[in-house]
């Protein structure tokens, strides 16, 4: 491998992951400006490495060394790139925070991101797994990005409908390492209104007495809710919600609501069911249970901690063993969220 100025050899990537699993890379690149990635990939060796994109690592599972190149996306800068009578075009380079480019934009006077205010992680990394939260998804802010693809250098632009987002999930979360993510545009409204549908949100407004709330207005509603109910990454290892809300059937849906009158379920447009994994693995007896160094969080089922020394072999096993027990409990089987390496 050519030793360029900007990448590490044998590096550990413990800190480079919320969770704070432990693992190593063979090279660690970091990448400021999309030049970078050009003249990594005019490398002799480079269609034949392993690589790993990396933002910020909070959305990741380590299960042992990386042995290839892992990239580290630090690629900045945020703008104005266009306004219409709709709404606003505001570009951010892809290793931009994202809470930090979400305050931003509403200081700038900008709204459309409040609701997902504090989600860990970078602006690059948000279309991956279209984050979403209280009420709204990001593709539904989304304009356009642009992105590399790893293996031939080739740059491209990426519409709504080439990124194929869906619950948790897009074309580069189903092809991983195939591109990596340079800049995004959102198209942030200017007729705009509050999202506040979601329950926690409107019960959380309410209680400030704020009956028409301003972004900010929500932004710190939504921070306020995170704050009491999410572990802070910093202060305690995990990787957000750990699984994903399972969809199913009708038929299932009404089986399972005649058993449990209080179960949470969310009816989707296509007609199926989205229940809450959280009530599931609580309902099963795992919240505030640890399976060695690794806990199912006590104020938040869904996430999963690291209580200190955690390995990617000791999330695999209690995330197997909350699994079994919801399926042999409910017959519904859920799947993880984060990406395992
Ligand atoms: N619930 C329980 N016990 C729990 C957790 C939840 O009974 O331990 C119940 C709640 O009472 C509620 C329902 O489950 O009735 C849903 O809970 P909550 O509103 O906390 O949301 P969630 O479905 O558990 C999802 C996202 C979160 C996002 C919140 C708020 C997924 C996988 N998770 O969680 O996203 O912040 O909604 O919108 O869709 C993430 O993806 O990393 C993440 C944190």
Not at 60 to 89: C, H, M, P, Y
Not at 185 to 207: G, S
Request: net charge neutral.
């Amino acid at each position: 491998m050519t030793a360029l100025p900007f990448s590490v050899p044998d590096a550990d990537l413990t800190r480079l992951n919320t969770f704070g699993l432990p693992a190593h890379a063979g090279r660690l690149v970091r990448v400021t400006t999309a030049e970078q990635l050009r003249a990594l990939a005019a490398e002799t060796c480079w269609a034949a490495t392993p690589r790993l994109v990396l933002g910020g690592g909070s959305n990741l599972i380590f299960t042992g060394d990386f042995a290839g190149t892992v990239l580290k996306v630090e690629i900045g800068g945020r703008r104005l790139v266009g306004e219409d009578e709709e709404g606003w075009i505001v570009e951010a380079g892809a290793g931009e925070n994202w809470h930090d480019f979400v305050r931003w934009t509403l200081a700038q006077g900008w709204p459309g991101l409040e609701n997902l205010s504090l989600i860990p992680g970078t602006v690059g990394a948000a279309p991956i797994q279209n984050i979403g939260a209280y009420g709204l998804e990001m593709a539904e802010r989304f304009e356009s990005l642009d992105a590399m693809e790893l293996a031939t250098g080739a740059a491209r632009v990426f519409t709504a409908a080439d990124c194929a987002f869906g619950y948790r999930d897009s074309v580069f979360k189903r092809n991983p390492g195939r591109w990596l993510v340079t800049a995004v545009r959102f198209r942030l409204p200017k007729r705009w209104a509050p999202v506040t549908r979601y329950a926690d949100v409107a019960r959380e407004l309410e209680a400030q007495g704020i009956a028409q709330p301003t972004a900010l207005q929500v932004s710190d509603a939504v921070i306020a809710i995170r704050r009491r109910k999410l572990p802070d990454p910093a202060v305690i290892g995990n990787a957000g919600s750990f699984f994903k809300n399972p969809v199913v059937d009708v038929a299932t849906h009404a089986r399972l609501a005649a058993a449990h009158p209080g179960m949470p379920a969310y009816p989707q447009a296509d007609g199926s069911v989205k229940l809450a994994a959280g009530w599931l693995i609580e309902q099963a007896g795992w919240k505030g249970r640890d399976l060695g160094p690794v806990g199912c969080f006590e104020r938040q089922a869904l996430v999963l901690v690291n209580r200190g020394g955690a390995t990617g072999a000791d999330v695999r096993r209690i995330a197997a063993a909350i699994q079994a027990e919801v399926l042999a409990r409910f017959g519904v089987g859920i799947e993880p969220e984060p990406v395992f390496v």
